[in-house]
């Protein structure tokens, strides 16, 4: 064999080798591929040694068989008509704390919190009725919530923060222990009488024994509020008056023409023109003050948190006798507009439940015949100062 025959067969055989050696390895894949025309499926281990493929046989032994290229399937797309998957469902909202028609304790004590915001009658009933219902709408309403008068998470949350755990009377419209009553001799009879009288519950001077005048007006004050009528004070009826009154002032204590302020000093700015209504939010009071004079004042009530009373130097740029509020649909008699929509004027509901709760922004007064005076007074341009003293 010449030299170069013997080059070419060599270089063959390592061909043939790399080709059988691939084989093997894609054959231990799971997969058998024909090189050289073998079928590896039908090569036993010694078939496939590197000694018999390289040993040098007759170049008539050796066939080369056309070896198929290799191809690989493209990727098989899903079938057009596979459904989509559907979207995650969505969390069911979480059920009402209470709603109409429930009953029950848990729904006395809604109500008993209701009360004590002045949204409720206090006596509860344990039955979530209408009244209820409307109680719970104007809560959420006044709140910014969504006004739907049943009672979810959120609102729950806000009224527990909002008023105290009421007690087993509250919750079942029993009298509370006795913590005044007739026969009764104390500087604290002496305040409560200051206080009813603020509201027309007692007249002439206040002291302090608790007598027949005292259990009159607090049988009176408790019929009105719905609670039981003892014509003693317990915590629930103390609670209440506290919260439709303000505390009584020294001049009030000593049956001493009334003073709102209770001696506060004047703004300065409420000094420095001929005419002024100078409202303190401090003490709950505005003076009508004329010449440098305090010649009127009465008690009043401002806007929430959420609502506040805008405080500053105004004036009084319009006036409305028998106003009724467009935004709120409340009366508002005897407006007297000084920032906006904010204004002086009389309130029913401050004269009713008085600081067991709040306006929308405005001044409320709940002497009807003290503001309907004023009104007459207080010419336009009037300067509003609203302060803290």
């Not at 919750?171 to 009288?197: I, W």
């Not at 003073?259 to 004047?266: F, I, T, V």
């Amino acid at each position: 064999m010449s030299p170069t025959a013997r080059s070419a067969r060599r270089a063959l055989r390592r061909s043939a080798v790399a080709l059988v050696t691939f084989g093997v390895l894609v054959a231990g894949g799971g997969t058998a591929y024909g090189v050289l025309g073998v079928e590896l499926d039908d090569l036993s281990l010694d078939d496939l040694s590197l000694d018999r493929l390289t040993r040098e046989d007759d170049p008539e032994d050796v066939r080369v068989e056309p070896v198929e290229p290799l191809t690989v399937a493209p990727p098989v797309d899903p079938p057009a008509d596979r459904p989509a998957p559907e979207p995650p469902a969505e969390e069911p909202a979480p059920p009402p704390v209470l709603a109409p028609g429930d009953t029950g304790v848990e729904v006395r004590e809604l109500q008993a919190r209701l009360a004590q915001l002045a949204w409720f009658a206090p006596m509860t009933t344990g039955t979530y009725g209408p009244g209820t219902r409307t109680a719970v709408h104007g809560f959420q309403e006044k709140r910014g919530f969504e006004a739907t008068g049943v009672v979810d998470r959120r609102t729950w949350r806000r009224l527990v923060t909002m008023s105290v755990e009421p007690t087993r009377a509250q919750l079942f419209n029993e009298p509370g222990p006795r913590l005044l009553g007739p026969g009764d001799d104390s500087r604290a009879v002496r305040e409560v009488e200051a206080r009813l009288r603020q509201i027309a519950w007692f007249f002439g001077d206040v002291d302090d024994v608790y007598d027949a005048r005292t259990a009159e007006a607090v049988k009176g004050f408790q019929a009105k509020r719905a609670i039981p009528v003892t014509g003693e004070v317990d915590r629930r009826t103390l609670d209440l008056l506290e919260g439709m009154t303000g505390e009584p002032t020294a001049d009030s204590l000593a049956n001493r023409p009334y003073d709102p302020a209770d001696g506060a000093p004047l703004d300065p700015r409420c000094l420095s023109v001929a005419r002024a209504l100078c409202i303190d939010k401090s003490t709950h009071s505005l003076r009508w003050v004329v010449d440098g004079k305090v010649r009127s004042g009465v008690d009043v009530r401002f806007g929430s948190a959420e609502l506040p009373t805008r405080e500053g130097v105004f004036s009084v740029y319009r006036k409305s006798r028998d106003h009724v509020s467009s935004l709120y649909d409340t009366p508002m008699p005897y407006a007297m507009f000084f920032s906006g929509g904010q204004a002086v004027h009389y309130s029913p509901d401050f004269a009713a439940n008085g600081y067991n709760g709040a306006s929308h922004g405005c001044v409320n007064v709940r002497d009807h015949s003290a503001v309907a005076a004023l009104f007459d007074q207080v010419p336009l341009g009037t300067r509003v100062v609203v302060h803290r003293s």
